[in-house]
């Protein structure tokens, strides 16, 4: 059960009042709200409402969205809610984060999430102005003579599509992601019609059924995709297929954690410092899947972590798309974590099977991350990780070729010639060079074609071999077909060449914080 909960119709019948659950009390159903807080002005769980929400408000007293949601919860006989700004003391550090840390378990545990996904505020409700006959199912059967006849289901596909698409506000914010995932229902009141998701259906007043209509085309969706459906099905690592192969089971839920991240990463979120936490339930439902036989550090997971530091900024669409990342000013993550990155991030996760075989030149030799709470899911205050491979020094230009990607706006130069590959830099670059820019290989392939793939490093100029994360970059051609040939074993490194220490031959040792 929630710390606190709201009491539905009482002391009166328009009437709520916080309610505080123990524990070991008798679980009563409740239902979550999920809404955009916004720049609306509403009565928030401060020391000073405290005893007026213990004693009972009126619900007018509410914003609109919060109102709405008393509603639903009651007509469908449910007697308590639980909305994130009347159940966490807003004026306490101490109390978001305990609360904070059980947020995932709050959404699994509810009867069914309500989404005000087509208001940007709470005073926008859950119910809009609307003609309900433009949503309503039409059927039409045939009479032709010369082909074949049936029913076709006829619709208004921009007016459905806008019904619940990622350009509404609340899927913009990074909390729904896991609002959306965790609980075993979600019923979205959009602004044309209500959509419904669980873990067997994706509904709305179009379809009530079901969509009848292919997933080519609508897969973009935030909303309504077999991607964002199989996410919600959890027990995707407990179907016979997957039990038959444990290893493909463990595959699926470290490459749906790439998949949440891609997802979570292109929304937005009020405090920088949520970027952990916001995604704590999530991570914490990856943690069980694997059986508790993996650590979870700042974002990453231990046993896959040569691959998972790879990740990249990456950008949707086309050539228009230029939008930048940046790292907030406080410390929020380790540079080699994607939690450390405003901005859109991809992970091409390979999961190791017999099909897929990569070569790997670098090795973890340790990695510590302290986190500043005891949930080792939650924000982290420090961190380093210690690698060992090989290290070649590089200098990275900008082209003037057009851009597709920000890949393409940088070339990297090894003893002085331009390589063929790609640039993934963390942020944007500018038109001056990266000064004693390193460059450490993680792993090639020859499956498709000849690649390394590795990191982008840049020293802090605090300790000798400590180097913070700038990007990801990718080397093909021939010269990357046989492990420790002639990419590195030609390169004459710059005088900037910078480790903790080198073990006489090719492998040096470094740190990145």
């Known amino acids: ?84 700004s009347l159940c966490i003391l807003q004026d306490s550090l101490e109390d978001w984060q305990q609360e904070a840390s059980t947020m995932g378990d709050v959404y699994k545990g509810a009867l069914c999430n309500i989404a005000a996904s087509g208001s940007n505020d709470s005073s926008g409700g859950c119910f809009h102005t609307r003609n309900p006959r433009l949503v309503e199912p039409c059927i039409l059967t045939t009479e032709f003579s010369d082909i074949p006849n049936g029913e076709h289901h006829i619709r208004l596909e921009d007016y459905l599509q806008a019904g619940l698409h990622n350009d509404q ?124 036989e993996d650590e979870y550090l700042a974002g990453l997971w231990r046993q896959h972590i040569l691959y998972q530091l790879l990740w990249y900024h990456g950008l949707d ?52 991350v302290e986190q500043l709470t005891s949930d080792p899911f939650a924000q982290v205050k420090a961190g380093y990780i210690r690698l060992r491979g090989h290290l070649l020094t590089l200098i990275i230009q900008r082209t003037t070729a057009s851009i597709f990607s920000r890949a393409r706006a940088y070339d990297a130069l090894l003893n002085g010639q331009r390589t063929k590959g790609r640039v993934y830099p963390d942020m ?12 450490m290989p993680f792993y090639s392939s020859t499956m498709e074609t000849s690649q390394c793939v590795g990191l982008l490093l840049q020293p802090t100029g605090v300790l000798k071999g400590q180097f913070r994360r700038c990007g990801r970059l990718i080397i093909y051609g021939e010269a990357v077909k046989v492990a420790g040939g002639p990419l590195w074993a030609n390169i004459k490194n710059h005088d900037w060449l910078e480790y903790e220490s080198f073990d006489g031959s090719s492998l040096y040792t470094i740190s990145v914080i």
């Open 428 to 439: 944007d670059l500018g038109n001056a060079n990266v000064p004693s820019l390193h460059f």
């Open 169 to 292: 506000t609340i899927f913009t914010r990074g909390w729904i992601v896991q609002e959306r995932v965790l609980p075993p229902r979600v019923v979205h009141f959009g602004r044309n019609q209500v959509f419904w998701e669980c873990k067997t259906s994706n509904l709305c007043e179009t379809y009530p059924s079901g969509f009848k209509v292919t997933q080519e085309g609508w897969g973009g969706w935030f909303g309504f995709s077999d991607y964002f459906s199989s996410l919600k099905t959890w027990d995707i690592g407990r179907s016979q297929s997957a039990q038959n192969d444990p290893e493909a089971r463990v595959r699926d839920l470290y490459g749906i954690w790439a998949q949440l991240v891609g997802v979570y990463s292109r929304c937005n979120l009020t405090r920088a410092g949520d970027k952990l936490v916001a995604i704590a339930g999530l991570a914490k439902e990856i943690h069980k899947a694997l059986e508790n």
């Open 317 to 368: 669409g086309d050539r228009t798309d230029t939008r930048t990342s940046a790292r907030p000013e406080s410390y929020r993550a380790p540079s080699w974590s994607w939690a450390s990155l405003d901005g859109k991030i991809d992970i091409d996760f390979p999961a190791p099977s017999p099909s897929m075989i990569f070569n790997f030149h670098v090795t973890l030799t340790d990695i510590h």
């Open 1 to 84: 059960m929630p710390t606190r909960l709201l009491e539905l119709g009482v002391p009166n019948r328009d009437h709520v009042r916080l309610s505080m659950t123990a524990p070991t009390s008798n679980k009563h159903p409740y239902m979550t709200l999920s809404h955009c807080w916004g720049t609306a002005k509403f009565l928030k769980l401060t020391a000073d409402t405290f005893q007026q929400l213990l004693d009972g408000i009126h619900l007018n007293v509410l914003p609109q969205s919060f109102q709405d949601a008393v509603m639903i919860a009651q007509t469908l006989g449910v007697r308590y809610l639980w909305i994130d």
